[in-house]
């Protein structure tokens, strides 16, 4: 049997994951590929004590792998993008398969990585990009082809997830999780991409691309991070019935497709608001099968290599016995829509709001006006007397649905009041229904 041969470029958390994996795993894989698949040569600067590469040929140059005549599949696991992209299309146009965990890479330049790849009749396989070892791509692409979705919605950043889940269990502060994750390997080279929201929202425009038949608009997407939540808004949410999660929706709707990621309080008894820690799911809501939730990994070496792994055996399995792939965005190039990604303004959703204000007579009535000329009806109002015993007070406030430009206009107004402190914290709620 003549082996499948890999070469990994980037021998990081999850290029040593891959590594340790594919080596370890090497006779059931082989049974299950038909053939064997040997990792022929590792592109990296740095070696991993992790990993025993002193079989492998290393070379310190990753484009030597994409060049390389005896190599069939390039794993891309350098993470970032110029470098990454250049890798990519070179492996492309040397006529090799390429698989990759850069959702950065594929949200904002999949379209045309996948155009070269449709040009060179090579597969590009990407299933670790999107929520590290659960099998989303998967899942949307072939499990739920059947399907129209309606929406779909997911705690698909491990680090945010940790952090909040931490904070809200353990009052421990916001800095001292973020260290502990990057010490983990959960965490971006920049965490800000976790904590901002950036990174769920790469793994947002790939998962919705699939999910509505439309290219790829990472652009268009609405972001907002979690580092405006505060330790106090998880214990108010709690209080009223509800855990903070950080979410990526995105919804179809008769004017277009909702693109966001944002924190979202949560009925607390909706499954995913109990999904804690570094753990990843996303739900899917679609007309055949009704909905249906995934759960698992969504960071970490061996998790995310589960998924680099798959892609590799499913394109050698197709090396083996050619057979039509899936198109990357499950949709054939001509079939995809230029679907509208609607502006957040035009989202509707209920509100969280908490009010820091001076403790003075007619302070409520002069907040409950405000949203009463918005039309914005309050469905749970509650006042915290300060922390620090200063003559302030938090005022919470949930709200029934409103469009969020109302919802903006309103802020502004109460935001100009003369006992409120600016800014408002405001926290849209998902009912995930
Ligand atoms: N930084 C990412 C996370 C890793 O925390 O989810 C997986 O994409």
Not at 16 to 36: H, K, Q
Not at 150 to 165: E, H, M, S
Request: glycine share 8%; hydrophobic share 40%.
């Amino acid at each position: 049997m003549k082996p499948v041969k890999v070469g990994i470029c980037g021998l990081g958390t999850v290029g040593s994951g891959t590594f340790n994996v594919l080596t370890r795993n090497s006779e059931s894989i082989t049974a299950r590929t038909g053939r064997p698949i040997i990792i022929e040569q590792v592109g990296t600067r740095r070696g991993n004590p992790t990993c025993d590469t002193s079989r492998t040929s290393v070379t310190t140059d990753i484009f030597d792998v994409a060049r390389n005549p005896d190599i069939d599949i390039v794993v891309e696991l350098i993470g970032g993008y110029d470098v990454a992209k250049d890798l990519i299309l070179t492996a492309i146009s040397n006529g090799k398969h390429v698989v990759t965990a850069n959702k950065a890479l594929i949200a904002e330049h999949g379209n045309e990585i996948f155009h070269a790849a449709r040009e060179n009749n090579v597969i590009v396989a990407y299933e670790a990009a999107v929520a590290g070892g659960i099998p989303v791509i998967k899942t949307l692409r072939e499990g739920l082809s059947a399907n129209d979705v309606n929406w779909l919605a997911g705690i698909i950043n491990g680090t945010g997830n940790f952090i909040l889940t931490e904070m809200g269990d353990k009052n421990r502060p916001f800095e001292e999780v973020l260290k502990e994750a990057q010490e983990l390997g959960y965490a971006e080279a920049d965490p800000t991409f976790d904590v901002e929201g950036i990174d769920a929202c790469h793994k947002l425009t790939i998962m919705a691309s699939i999910a509505f038949g439309m290219p790829l608009q990472f652009n268009k997407a609405f972001t907002e991070g979690i580092s405006q939540v505060t330790p106090g808004d998880i214990q108010y949410a709690e209080e009223l019935g509800y855990r903070i999660k950080h979410l990526g929706i995105s919804r179809k709707t008769t004017k277009g497709v909702e693109l966001r990621v944002h924190p979202a309080l949560i009925p607390a008894d909706r499954p995913m608001a109990n999904i804690n820690g570094v753990l990843n799911s996303v739900v899917i809501n679609a007309d055949a099968i009704g909905e249906t939730m995934l759960v698992g990994p969504g960071a970490g070496a061996e998790p995310t290599a589960s998924s680099v792994v798959a892609d590799i055996i499913d394109i050698a399995r197709n090396l083996e016995t050619p057979q039509s792939m899936p198109f990357p965005l499950g949709y054939s190039s001509d079939a995809m829509q230029p679907v509208e990604v609607l502006s957040v303004d035009e989202i509707e959703c209920a509100y969280y709001l908490r009010i820091h204000v001076n403790d003075h007579p007619g302070v409520i009535t002069a907040l409950s006006s405000v949203l009463g000329e918005n039309n914005i009806n309050i469905s749970a109002m509650t006042q915290k007397a300060g922390r620090e015993h200063d003559m302030h007070a938090d005022v919470v406030i949930l709200t029934e649905t409103v469009r969020e430009s109302v919802m903006k206009q309103a802020l502004t107004k109460i935001e100009a009041l003369q006992d409120v402190q600016s800014p408002v914290a405001h926290i849209r709620v998902e009912a995930l229904s």
